[in-house]
């Protein structure tokens, strides 16, 4: 099993910066992929972004590429989410997603929610305009 705790949400005007953390425990030795996604009132949850647990790979969602930027410490099992240049359309519940599906494909990246065995409890980001 494997544990995920987010933190790092708030609130923030348009245009600002926010860091988001996920912390992993348990059984990391089995994560291959880690992954962002986010959920809207009303609205699917949706996929952000994904990183090797290695990290030497990573993937973005068209709508966040060029102002987020996801990383990984694997010495602190933890996993963040670098948002620049926030918009009000990104205000949403942030998740954090682990999976140990290996792919021989390495640049196939999963980016449906029910792809992932693994989620934190979410954290809050809201965008004022």
């Known amino acids: 099993q494997v544990q995920l705790v987010e933190s790092g949400g708030g609130l923030v005007q348009a245009g600002g910066s926010l860091r988001l953390s996920c912390a992993a425990s348990g059984r990391t030795a089995s994560i291959y992929t880690m992954a962002w996604f986010r959920q809207a009132p009303g609205k699917e949850r949706d996929f952000v972004a994904a990183i090797r647990w290695s990290g030497v790979r990573m993937h973005y969602a068209n709508s966040v590429k060029g102002r987020f930027t996801i990383s990984r410490d694997s010495a602190k099992n933890t996993m963040y989410l670098q948002m620049n240049s926030l918009k009000p359309e990104d205000t949403a519940v942030y998740y954090c997603?682990?999976?140990?599906?290996?792919?021989?494909?390495?640049?196939?990246?999963?980016?449906?929610?029910?792809?992932?065995?693994?989620w934190g409890q979410g954290t809050q980001v809201t965008v004022s305009s």
């Open positions: 997603a682990a999976d140990e599906t290996y792919y021989r494909d390495i640049n196939y990246f999963a980016t449906n929610h029910y792809e992932y065995g693994y």
